[in-house]
């Protein structure tokens, strides 16, 4: 009974982590148009949420934490550079260069990257005459056929103007926006890629270290049970490695003084888009398996989608964003 009230509770648990991702995409765009630094978002965004992690996780699983052995610290090294720097970075990179719409349309592709691996990796077992194994593939095809309309599809504007939309984008596109990778975007442009370009590789490049970060964490979970300090030590390492860029990716003092609406933005992202959605992801993981946690990624776009035309008042299209030299609006 335990456990099919558990189960209940992580299903739940994975749409709530999913609207406040749509949430936190939203956000994070409005201070990005800002030029807000993405490396010093993701520094005081990590920060805080190991600040909050680190004392939860040490009094309230004092009695199931294991011994740290070298083989776990590599794993929680893995999980860190993976989970934490690899997968904030470069979504906000790539958000950076298109809009939170398509940031979250392109998280369809997570429950494909992570049901490809966890099966080579052995953790999830597809057995196709099971209803788990059926409803296991069934989730990862419409995934990907509906990232697939998306990317390809675009019909008429569902609610609001798109004209009006372009104006908004052409306006916000003007802000100067520093980024870690600028010295790069040159190179890549000489190769006839244009931003959208490199905000679409980054951003697949956010949902395949999330893929990786679930694969990787189930089997670390039966060795380490404890979640909290699990997602604990991923931050540690994940503020780390972003610390560390950041020294590198900041022209100095001045990037790093924050104003109030900045604030609030990074405590939204450290506790919950941080804190509050890596615990529960970690937790939902030990329960119901990385691949049913990263079929909840398709809810992004929809809740995004909305909150994008209520706050940025983007335009939501049915199929994809149309895609021009000025900015990005929102499909359905």
């Given at each position: 009974?335990?456990?099919?009230?558990?189960?209940?509770?992580?299903?739940?648990?994975?749409?709530?982590?999913?609207?406040?991702?749509?949430?936190?995409?939203?956000?994070?765009?409005?201070?990005?148009?800002?030029g807000?630094?993405?490396?010093v978002?993701?520094?005081?965004?990590?920060?805080?949420?190991?600040?909050?992690?680190?004392?939860?996780?040490?009094?309230?699983?004092?009695?199931?934490?294991?011994?740290?052995?070298r083989?776990?610290?590599?794993?929680?090294?893995?999980?860190?550079?993976?989970?934490?720097?690899?997968?904030?970075?470069?979504?906000?990179?790539?958000?950076?260069?298109?809009?939170?719409?398509?940031?979250?349309?392109?998280?369809?592709?997570?429950?494909?990257?992570?049901?490809?691996?966890?099966?080579?990796?052995?953790?999830?077992?597809?057995?196709?005459?099971?209803?788990?194994?059926?409803?296991?593939?069934?989730?990862?095809?419409?995934c990907?056929?509906?990232a697939?309309?998306?990317?390809?599809?675009?019909?008429p504007?569902?609610?609001?103007?798109?004209?009006l939309?372009?104006a908004?984008?052409?306006?916000?596109?003007v802000?100067?926006?520093?980024?870690?990778?600028?010295?790069?975007s040159p190179?890549?442009?000489?190769?006839?890629?244009?931003?959208?370009?490199?905000?679409?590789?980054?951003?697949?490049?956010?949902?395949?270290?999330?893929?990786?970060?679930?694969?990787?964490?189930?089997?670390?979970?039966?060795?380490?049970?404890?979640?909290?300090?699990?997602?604990?030590?991923?931050?540690?390492?994940?503020?780390?490695?972003?610390?560390f860029?950041?020294?590198?990716?900041?022209?100095?003092?001045a990037?790093?003084?924050?104003?109030?609406?900045?604030?609030?933005?990074?405590?939204?992202?450290?506790?919950?888009?941080?804190?509050i959605?890596?615990?529960?992801?970690?937790?939902?993981?030990?329960i119901?398996?990385?691949?049913?946690?990263?079929?909840?990624?398709?809810?992004?776009?929809?809740?995004?989608?909305?909150?994008?035309?209520?706050?940025?008042?983007?335009t939501i299209?049915?199929?994809?964003?149309?895609l021009?030299?000025?900015?990005?609006?929102?499909?359905?």
């Amino acid at each position: 009974m335990m456990v099919g009230t558990d189960t209940w509770k992580a299903h739940a648990a994975m749409v709530l982590v999913q609207m406040n991702y749509a949430g936190y995409h939203v956000i994070a765009k409005l201070a990005l148009n800002v030029g807000m630094n993405q490396v010093v978002f993701c520094v005081y965004r990590d920060m805080l949420a190991l600040a909050l992690l680190a004392p939860i996780s040490y009094y309230r699983e004092k009695r199931i934490r294991s011994p740290i052995s070298r083989q776990l610290l590599v794993s929680f090294f893995f999980l860190g550079l993976t989970g934490i720097f690899g997968n904030q970075l470069l979504f906000l990179i790539g958000l950076g260069y298109t809009s939170p719409t398509y940031a979250a349309a392109v998280q369809p592709s997570v429950p494909v990257f992570t049901f490809i691996l966890a099966a080579l990796m052995g953790t999830e077992t597809v057995n196709l005459k099971t209803n788990e194994g059926k409803s296991k593939v069934l989730g990862t095809l419409i995934c990907v056929s509906g990232a697939m309309l998306m990317a390809s599809f675009r019909g008429p504007a569902v609610i609001g103007s798109g004209f009006l939309d372009f104006a908004a984008h052409s306006e916000i596109n003007v802000l100067a926006q520093p980024e870690p990778i600028g010295w790069l975007s040159p190179r890549l442009m000489e190769f006839g890629l244009e931003r959208w370009h490199i905000g679409i590789l980054c951003l697949i490049g956010n949902c395949l270290c999330m893929s990786i970060y679930l694969a990787l964490q189930a089997p670390i979970l039966k060795r380490y049970p404890a979640n909290l300090s699990l997602t604990a030590y991923s931050y540690f390492f994940g503020a780390l490695f972003m610390t560390f860029t950041g020294v590198f990716a900041t022209n100095g003092y001045a990037d790093w003084v924050l104003t109030q609406s900045e604030i609030r933005t990074v405590i939204y992202a450290g506790v919950v888009a941080s804190a509050i959605n890596y615990g529960l992801l970690t937790w939902a993981n030990k329960i119901i398996g990385p691949t049913l946690v990263a079929l909840y990624n398709p809810v992004q776009p929809v809740a995004s989608a909305f909150l994008s035309r209520i706050f940025l008042g983007s335009t939501i299209y049915m199929g994809r964003c149309p895609l021009d030299d000025e900015g990005l609006t929102c499909p359905l």
